[in-house]
C-alpha cells in the first residue's frame, strides 16, 4: 500500500500528536527520565562510536526505553522531521556559506569529528566507488573526490563497510569510511588509506522537544563529545 500525499501529511501529524503525548508524560517525572528515546544514527557512529555510550546512558536511566536504528544523513533527517525519530547523529552537508545546513525546523550541537579516510587498490586504475545509499553525506564527498580524478563516476551500492572493503580488495572500487570504523576493521594487503577531509557528526532533533530522556542524551553526548 502507498500513502497519498494527503495520507504522508496526516501520518506526520499523527507522529507529531503522539511525540507530544510522550513528551507530556515524561514531563510528569522530570528527575527520573523514562518512557521511549527513539534514536537514529548513521552506520559508522552505530559501529564506532554509540556501543558504549548506550551502555552508559541505560545504566544512567534504565527505565528509558531506547531503540535505535540506522539510516543514510537525508533519511534519518528526514525521520526528525516527521516526527519518525526524536533525534539522530548526522553528517549535515555544508551550505551556501559553508555551515551545515540544517532544516530551520531542527535544532542541531556537533558531537564527534571525524577523518575520513579514502582506501582505494594500489594498483592505479578507473575506480568504481563503493557506497550506502543515496543520501550518506559521506558517499557525496567521496563521488566528489573521484569525479575530479576521473570523468566518470559510477558507483556501486553496498550495505556494510566490510562490504565496502570487500569491494576495494577487488581491485576496482575505491571507497570512504572514518579512521573510527577503518580501526576496527582489517585493511587488504592490496589496499592503501589515506586521510581526505575531515567530518563533523552533529545531533539534531526538533526544536522545543524537551522530553527528559532526550535532555539526558543531550548531557551525555556533549559530555563525551570528542574527536
Given at each position: 500500500?502507498?500513502?497519498?500525499?494527503a495520507?504522508?501529511?496526516?501520518?506526520?501529524?499523527?507522529?507529531?500528536?503522539?511525540s507530544?503525548?510522550?513528551?507530556?508524560k515524561?514531563?510528569?517525572?522530570?528527575?527520573?527520565p523514562?518512557?521511549?528515546?527513539?534514536?537514529?544514527a548513521?552506520?559508522?557512529t552505530a559501529?564506532s562510536?554509540?556501543?558504549?555510550l548506550?551502555?552508559?546512558?541505560?545504566?544512567q536511566c534504565?527505565?528509558?526505553?531506547?531503540?535505535?536504528?540506522t539510516?543514510?544523513t537525508?533519511?534519518?533527517t528526514?525521520?526528525?522531521?516527521?516526527?519518525?525519530?526524536?533525534?539522530a547523529?548526522?553528517?549535515?552537508p555544508?551550505?551556501?556559506?559553508?555551515?551545515?545546513?540544517?532544516?530551520?525546523?531542527l535544532?542541531f550541537?556537533p558531537v564527534?569529528?571525524e577523518?575520513?579516510?579514502?582506501v582505494?587498490?594500489?594498483?592505479?586504475?578507473?575506480l568504481?566507488?563503493?557506497?550506502?545509499?543515496?543520501?550518506c553525506s559521506?558517499?557525496?564527498?567521496?563521488?566528489?573526490w573521484?569525479?575530479?580524478?576521473?570523468a566518470?563516476?559510477?558507483?556501486?551500492?553496498?550495505n556494510?563497510?566490510?562490504s565496502?572493503?570487500a569491494?576495494v580488495a577487488?581491485?576496482?572500487?575505491?571507497?570512504?569510511l572514518?579512521e573510527?570504523?577503518?580501526?576496527?576493521?582489517?585493511l587488504?594487503?592490496n589496499?592503501?588509506?589515506?586521510?581526505l577531509?575531515e567530518?563533523?557528526t552533529?545531533?539534531i532533533w526538533?526544536?522545543g522537544?524537551?522530553a527528559p530522556?532526550l535532555?539526558?542524551?543531550?548531557?551525555?553526548?556533549?559530555?563525551v563529545a570528542?574527536?
Amino acid at each position: 500500500m502507498v500513502l497519498s500525499p494527503a495520507g504522508v501529511q496526516f501520518l506526520s501529524y499523527a507522529r507529531r500528536i503522539l511525540s507530544l503525548a510522550e513528551e507530556a508524560k515524561q514531563a510528569l517525572h522530570p528527575t527520573t527520565p523514562g518512557g521511549s528515546l527513539r534514536l537514529g544514527a548513521m552506520e559508522a557512529t552505530a559501529a564506532s562510536r554509540l556501543p558504549p555510550l548506550l551502555t552508559r546512558f541505560q545504566q544512567q536511566c534504565p527505565q528509558v526505553d531506547i531503540t535505535l536504528i540506522t539510516q543514510p544523513t537525508r533519511q534519518l533527517t528526514e525521520g526528525v522531521l516527521t516526527a519518525a525519530l526524536d533525534a539522530a547523529l548526522v553528517c549535515l552537508p555544508p551550505g551556501a556559506d559553508g555551515q551545515p545546513a540544517c532544516p530551520a525546523e531542527l535544532a542541531f550541537t556537533p558531537v564527534f569529528y571525524e577523518t575520513l579516510m579514502l582506501v582505494r587498490p594500489q594498483t592505479p586504475g578507473p575506480l568504481r566507488f563503493a557506497a550506502f545509499a543515496s543520501g550518506c553525506s559521506y558517499r557525496a564527498l567521496g563521488e566528489r573526490w573521484l569525479a575530479e580524478q576521473q570523468a566518470a563516476v559510477e558507483v556501486h551500492e553496498v550495505n556494510s563497510y566490510h562490504s565496502m572493503l570487500a569491494c576495494v580488495a577487488s581491485g576496482r572500487y575505491a571507497c570512504l569510511l572514518p579512521e573510527s570504523v577503518l580501526s576496527l576493521m582489517t585493511l587488504p594487503e592490496n589496499c592503501l588509506s589515506e586521510p581526505l577531509c575531515e567530518a563533523t557528526t552533529q545531533l539534531i532533533w526538533r526544536s522545543g522537544l524537551s522530553a527528559p530522556a532526550l535532555s539526558e542524551w543531550r548531557k551525555l553526548l556533549q559530555s563525551v563529545a570528542i574527536g
